[in-house]
């Protein structure tokens, strides 16, 4: 395996303020990338960017205040890079979330969500990694090199009554890769899925039965993305890859 090393890179990533992507971030300015953490939290991302240069992180963080269901958001996102760094060497879109959770809904079948709940959910989810995809790819066709990731969910296997734009914009995502990797490919740019089932980014996650009867740690995930995204993962676009702990290989209940 040839050393994982980010150096002189640079990473878009959105929902950095918290959870994995505030992992990612973490990380790979360790390895040497410049970040643009991207959030809706102005005090979260804020901070969160502050601290990894107050620390001895090898690479820079420059935090950007965005609402990933706005277009405008992605573009300043992806302006603030070039502008930055004159790169964008990788796009990783960690925002998202369970509509009836974020909206307060939970427990309320599909039927009786309000519309609000649900075009949250697909503007979140889907129109999200869309937009920031759309942003920031024509910096690496215009450099010939580049990993577009975006992240899944086990629920776009499995469905949910209460949730259903959350199932469906995640399989959304796993066809979306396809359609990056067929429009990168002659330019060098690659895109792919990786899919968690539970990560214990909040203790919620812990009641989700998997195989292994545990739940994936936020460092694991952001571990295999980042490995994907590597020269090591040269060979990988297209497709989606499961990290779940073995939910998804349950027998039904």
């Excluded at 759309?134 to 090199?145: H, L």
């Excluded at 919620?204 to 490995?227: C, W």
Aim: proline share 5%.
């Amino acid at each position: 395996m040839k050393p994982i090393d980010y150096t002189g890179k640079t990473a878009v990533i959105t929902g950095a303020g918290s959870g994995m992507g505030l992992c990612a971030s973490q990380e790979l300015a360790k390895l040497g990338a410049n970040v643009v953490m991207c959030d809706v939290n102005v005090e979260a991302v804020e901070k969160a960017a502050a601290e990894i240069n107050d620390g001895n992180a090898a690479g820079r963080a420059y935090s950007c205040v965005s609402d990933v269901r706005k277009f405008a958001d992605a573009e300043k996102a992806a302006a603030l890079a070039l502008e930055k760094t004159g790169r964008i060497d990788l796009l990783v879109t960690f925002a998202g979330g369970y509509e009836p959770r974020m909206c307060g809904t939970c427990g309320i079948p599909f039927y009786e969500q309000p519309v609000e709940v649900l075009d949250w959910g697909i503007d979140v989810n889907l129109k999200g990694p869309i937009y920031f995809a759309r942003a920031c790819m024509p910096a690496m066709v215009k450099a010939k090199s580049g990993v577009i990731c975006c992240i899944g969910s086990v629920t776009g296997f499995e469905g949910d009554g209460n949730g259903a734009m959350y199932g469906t914009a995640k399989s959304g995502l796993f066809n979306f890769v396809k359609g990056l990797a067929q429009a990168g490919a002659p330019h060098g740019v690659r895109a792919f899925c990786v899919t968690p089932g539970p990560v214990m980014t909040r203790p919620g996650m812990a009641n989700m039965k998997t195989l292994q009867g545990r739940q994936s740690q936020p460092i694991e995930l952001v571990d295999f993305v980042l490995y994907l995204a590597s020269e090591n993962g040269a060979s990988i676009t297209g497709s989606n890859h499961v990290m779940d702990c073995g939910r998804l290989s349950m027998q039904p209940q």
